[in-house]
């Protein structure tokens, strides 16, 4: 299963409300409609996960103007998951060139806790430095937002 941020709600007052502004934009698009609904557990730090998407968006916000074409934060994940070195490289068996990377190699649905913990602690440094801001702010500024 390819990470992407997690559509979250919470059960409040009998009703489903959008916890992560992936749920938003999933509730703000089928207004009026019928949808279906699968209810599964979640694993993990799900509060955590959900704040590491917000850090992206920000990020992303932030260094739009830094980069040629879209920034997105799929493409953002993506690049932390190469750096990391968590994206396995496939290589030309002739000329042993990288043409492209797994990025579905490891989910974060397969990652332990710790491991993810570890990668997302990573992440939020790497984001920072590239703003130019600690990471308390970084994460101070998403929540801020996420609020």
């Known amino acids: 299963m390819a990470d992407r941020e997690p559509i979250l709600f919470r059960a409040l007052l009998g009703t489903l409300r959008p916890v992560?502004?992936?749920?938003?934009e999933l509730t703000r698009a089928t207004s009026g409609t019928v949808v279906r609904v699968e209810v599964k557990r979640t694993t993990g730090n799900t509060r955590r996960l959900a704040l590491y998407w917000v850090c992206l968006r920000v990020a992303c916000e932030q260094l739009s103007d830094a980069f040629d074409g879209v920034m997105s934060t799929k493409a953002l994940h993506r690049w932390l998951k190469r750096e990391y070195g968590i994206a396995k490289p496939i290589r030309s068996k002739k000329t042993g060139e990288i043409i492209?990377?797994?990025?579905?190699?490891?989910?974060?649905?397969s990652m332990p806790e710790n491991e993810r913990t570890a990668f997302i602690d990573?992440?939020?440094?790497?984001?920072?430095?590239?703003?130019g801001?600690?990471?308390t702010t970084l994460t101070r500024e998403a929540e801020r937002e996420a609020a």
Do not use: G, M, P, Q
């Open 133 to 135: 801001c600690d990471v």
């Open 20 to 24: 992560t502004a992936a749920a938003e």
């Open 100 to 109: 492209d990377y797994d990025y579905e190699s490891v989910s974060f649905e």
């Open 122 to 131: 990573w992440s939020l440094e790497k984001l920072s430095a590239r703003l």
